[in-house]
């Protein structure tokens, strides 16, 4: 499945952004789909992530600030973001696996190319 990313831009602090993952592939529906992120000089890590059923895993510096989704239908996953903070800022990328819910980076196959979310304070 190949991935690409958009919806990334410039907020401020308290705002919210909602990105998008399009996937190509008549297996999307399979593949746990997720949201990862890198911000300068440091490690890329996981954000969120959603199976095939719907059920859904953030991470703690998110949970209850963001929401992933996916519609099956349409190939798409989604990242909504409310209450944005300075230390939001980084790189967004989309990934796909084949297997569960995980947070372990290398469990993904698939990457999208990646969307800048800059949030100014």
């Known amino acids: 499945v190949q991935l690409q990313a958009s919806g990334g831009g410039l907020v401020q602090a308290g705002g919210s952004l909602r990105l998008s993952c399009a996937a190509s592939g008549r297996t999307f529906s399979v593949y746990t789909m997720a949201w990862f992120r890198q911000a300068p000089g440091k490690e890329r890590e996981f954000v969120a992530a959603?199976?095939?059923?719907?059920?859904?895993y953030h991470a703690d510096s998110v949970k209850g600030r963001f929401t992933i989704s996916r519609d099956n239908a349409n190939n798409t996953v989604d990242l909504q973001m409310n209450s944005l903070k300075p230390e939001d800022t980084a790189v967004y990328y989309c990934?796909?696996?084949?297997?569960?819910?995980?947070?372990?980076?290398?469990?993904?196959?698939?990457w999208g190319q990646g969307t800048q979310v800059t949030v100014s304070s």
């Open positions: 990934a796909a696996n084949r297997g569960g819910v995980t947070v372990v980076r290398r469990a993904y196959e698939n």
């Open positions: 959603i199976d095939w059923r719907g059920r859904t």
